[in-house]
């Protein structure tokens, strides 16, 4: 699998946007995008994956770029319930069936009042 | 649906004790996991299964056995447990779809404390 850089933490304003970055320089074709994030002392949440094209739902919004080495997840106005450590991991879609995640050490967002 | 849950949810221990950390899923997840989570780290997985009677080793097996013997549940024993084991130990579970969705869904952990 892929390994993933991202910066250790990260401070966002109430109500503003949230951008995350995540850099995966050595992606291969058949690797998706996938961030989980997780809440001080509870377990890891999903959030949002992709391929190549952005995708959004009701949490997020996932930017890759066109050459897929680098992607930006996008939590449109944040709120305090939002501070988390924030994980990007790459996986491939048919790299077998056991699905392993493999977790860094995640950018910690702290959202400010 | 409850989803995944875990007992206990803390527990302490002394060096050479043994216990079994449950987790179960109501979810008909054919996959499970276990994690282990030390301060200041990522998650990382100590074994898994693919489906009910069948286990793996993950990334940091050593000192610890698990068994499905139903769908259902995944048990992680501690055989004689080391101060090395303290940790917060996640469970999660997954199923398989022929797409791009491989989300896993995670229990609210164990605190294990071994003195």
């Known amino acids: 699998d892929a390994k993933t850089t991202q910066p250790t933490s990260m401070d966002c304003a109430e109500g503003r946007a949230a951008n995350l970055p995540c850099n995966h320089s050595?992606?291969?074709?058949?690797?998706?995008v996938y961030w989980y994030r997780q809440i001080h002392s509870q377990g890891p949440q999903y959030i949002i994956h992709g391929l190549k094209n952005n995708e959004t739902n009701e949490m997020a919004s996932l930017i890759i770029t066109e050459d897929r080495k680098s992607s930006t997840l996008i939590l449109p106005h944040a709120t305090l319930r939002d501070t988390a450590v924030y994980y990007c991991i790459v996986r491939a879609l048919y790299g077998g069936a056991t699905n392993k995640l493999i977790f860094g050490t995640g950018t910690l967002l702290a959202v400010q009042p | 649906n409850a989803g995944v849950t875990q007992t206990p949810k803390f527990r302490v221990l002394k060096t050479g004790q043994s216990m079994t950390l449950l987790c179960a899923q109501d979810?008909?997840?054919?996959?499970m996991y276990w994690y282990r989570q030390d301060p200041g780290m990522g998650l990382r997985l100590i074994h898994y299964s693919v489906g009910e009677g069948t286990t793996a080793k993950g990334e940091v097996p050593d000192g610890y056995n698990v068994s499905r013997l139903k769908k259902q549940n995944f048990l992680l024993g501690l055989e004689s447990a080391a101060p090395s084991q303290t940790s917060v130990y996640f469970c999660a579970s997954s199923y398989w779809r022929g797409n791009s969705s491989y989300e896993q869904y995670f229990g609210p952990g164990t605190r294990l404390t071994v003195t």
């Open positions: 979810m008909n997840h054919e996959y």
């Open positions: 050595t992606i291969s074709g058949n690797e998706y």
